[in-house]
């Protein structure tokens, strides 16, 4: 018999042996709870709050998953398989109590028990708080991702940091963004084990000087500087049906013995207390800005602080059981998640050379066999580069290297070229030096890496042709494409549980782990039944999304209006203004008597802006100012809403996913890497209306032309108006009167009565200063698009077969799909194709 109390999970006996084997489940359960409430927590069942349940439940899970984390290991080490490692600086979890229960096939009887007790599963539930450690879609993919390979029965282990502050919560304030620190360490973390015996050290500053080696090279190494400890956080990630758990190990930053004892000898106990926290503050905070680079030195230092002790651990664990480096490309893929863990490229050279005495040559093969990197933005703004002073101060031997091998580069280059290009090679170069001379953290992750990927077929060919473009000529081949997916175990089978079962009804319960069955529905697009129960799912998730955002807000929603979704982080090129240019749109013509052939349509936003990104904030700050006043006219109440849930994040979006029909991805094409809320959303079954974007050319292609509503300027001609200098907004802006009306009443007050000029700054930036993200180009395509959407939603119908068709069609963005192909392509491990 199988539940929480085996040692390993299978599925329950709830759903069918019988009753008396369901009771003693049930009651397995409840000795469990009990025993961890007084042994774990030291407190009994009288008194004990939801939090105390909470923490119960999670540990009797956790007990669960414990036994395959050992077996996983155990398995790995005997077959001596290759490992992959994914660094990354974000891994935006979110909750992990259901998708663990899900994992280990619990979650029916952890209700049912909870239920029993008369306790309340999903204030339990609640009471987790978020694993918010990233910022948006970079962070999420990597959770995805590791519960995929996880799922694919691969050895891999995630790498990043124990950010004490992750993503800050948003409050909403007299309509504006207000940050407030989340503290969600604060009853400690049920899904991690710290490790106060796994630590690693990692040096900053100092010297390099030049030595002899034991055989009488000339070698060098770097010295003196100081020294901080990074201590390991194991979190367990857990496959589909628990048949493999992986970690993933986040490094925080303590001070480091040999560097206090220094200090306190100096006798100056308060100020070396002091310096103590000091170097503690590495691990401290989540860098909130996800498009622009900052600059700041302490970015730097996480950066090189988690790779660090990263890749210590990493040649570790392949030096218990191999004795020379040979083989480490062999054993070893270490993917790189954006430039962020770049630094791994020289530190690894500077632990094979300098440390281990591999030669340069050799080194140098060995780190491009290892490594892979994974690009995931075009805007440049958002590219890394840090100045060669930071750099040579902070980690003078890795500048070196870097000098090393960037020489090495460009003298292969200059030797293979028929003639000297010097414009070229300045291109190429590693170092920047237009201005203050700066690395190209892109360029040294790509020449350090084996292949470099893309995250969407539109977004790969863009790198080609574009920021790559001169790196691409030199290695032809090492640019490849690997299109983003979506777990599905998080993002249906957890998330919408009445869509879950509904599809499993009819066939089966494998498509869980092999997404493409989805396809099985498509017979079904046709029928009335079919078309009846799917609709009633989506009512039941819509009337559930009102009671949270009733709950939560105090807004009613009707929930027969169209629910009309465009969730993601706050940012220009994402065009949330877009969207609002169309409610007001909207609204003015409701007022006018002008759209009566529109149905009801209820507009949620949701997404967090950077903190020092003032054009961000005044965006959050209009859609606030214009829900006010639609919500409050009369004139259009019961036909137009619009509503901002604040703090979003992966739980909030739990909620607001499978209640949405339409997915606004409506971004400036050519901009937009991929996009993975465009996946979640259409997986649910809303259609989407979109630019021809990152991915949402390829769910256009997967889910048919006629069954997504594709609007504005493609990438090609985007980029052609805007850098051949043919946009002039203000033609728009004259020309069309509609236009005209909805950009003057935003721009004279419309919506800031007694502060005209609120948004001026806004309506400037499209009207003369360039409108750099084409709002006004793509405006009459968008409003004719929507309302084609409008009209389409009134046949409600059609609506749901299309709706259908697009969950049928969505299996290829499984994220189980994504890995199988990075481990065929990139990092040349086997995957699992039957549990087990
Ligand atoms: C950049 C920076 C710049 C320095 C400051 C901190 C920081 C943090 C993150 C980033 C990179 C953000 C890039 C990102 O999240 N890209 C998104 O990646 C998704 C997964 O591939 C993709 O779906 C989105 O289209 C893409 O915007």
Known sequence: MADLTAERPARTALDGSGPAAARAEIDGLKRRLHDHLRHSLGKGPVGSTHLDWYLALALATRDLMVETWMDSTRQAYKTDAKRVYYLSMEFLIGRSLVANLLATGSLDLARQTLDDMGLDFEAIRDCEPEAALGNGGLGRLAACLMESMTTLGIAARGYGIYYDYGMFSQYIEGGQQVEMPERWLRYGNVWAFDRPDVTEPVRFHGRTEARLDDRGRPRRRWVDGEEVLAQAHDLMVAGHGCWTVNAIRLWSAQASREFDLRRFNQGDYINAVAEQSFSESLSHV????????????????????????????????????????????????????????????????????????????????????????????????????????????????????????????????????????????????????????????????????????????????????????????????????????????????????????????????????NLEELRGLLPLAEDPGFQADVRAVKRLNKEALCRYVDGRLGIELDPASLFDVQVKRIHEYKRQLLNILHVVTLYLRLREGRAADQPPRTVILAGKAAPGYHMAKLIIRLIHDVARVVNADPLVSGRLRVVFIPDYNVSVAEHIIPAAELSQQISTAGTEASGTGNMKLALNGALTIGTRDGANVEIGQEVGEENIFFFGLPAAEAEALRHRGGHDPWRYYTGDPELRAVLDMIGQGGFSQGEPDRYRLIVDSLTRHGDYYLLLADYADYIACQDRVGLAYRDSDDWTRKAIINVARMGRFSSDVTVADYAADIWGVPVRTEPG
């Not at 054993?331 to 690894?348: F, S």
């Not at 440390?355 to 075009?378: K, M, P, Q, R, S």
């Not at 090492?478 to 089978?493: A, C, D, E, L, S």
């Open 286 to 513: 989540l860098y909130p800005d996800d498009s622009t680079s900052m600059g700041k030195a302490l970015r730097l230092k996480q950066e090189y602080f988690f790779v660090a002790a990263s890749l210590r651990d990493i040649v570790r664990r392949f030096l218990q059981t191999h004795d020379d480096f040979t083989r480490f490309p062999n054993k070893v893929a270490i993917q790189l998640n954006d430039t962020h863990p770049a630094l791994a490229v020289p530190e690894l050279m500077r632990l094979l050379v300098d440390e281990h005495g591999v030669g340069c040559d050799e080194a140098w093969a060995i780190c491009t066999g290892t490594f892979a990197y994974t690009n995931h933005t075009l805007l440049p703004e958002a590219l890394e580069t840090w100045p060669v002073g930071l750099i040579g101060d902070m980690l003078p031997r890795h500048l070196e290297i870097i000098y090393d091998i960037n020489h090495q580069f460009l003298e292969g280059v200059r030797r293979r070229a028929a003639q000297p290009d010097d414009a070229r090679i300045r291109r190429l170069s590693m170092i920047d030096e237009a201005g203050e001379r700066r690395v190209r953290m892109a360029h040294l992750a790509f020449v350090g890496s084996h292949r470099v990927n893309g995250v969407a077929a539109l977004h790969t060919e863009l790198m080609r042709a574009g920021i790559f473009a001169d790196l691409h000529r030199t290695f032809p081949d090492r640019i490849v494409n690997k299109t983003n997916g979506i777990t599905p175990r998080r993002w249906v089978q957890a998330a919408n549980r009445p869509l879950a079962a509904l599809i499993s009804r009819h066939i089966g319960e494998t498509w869980i782990a």
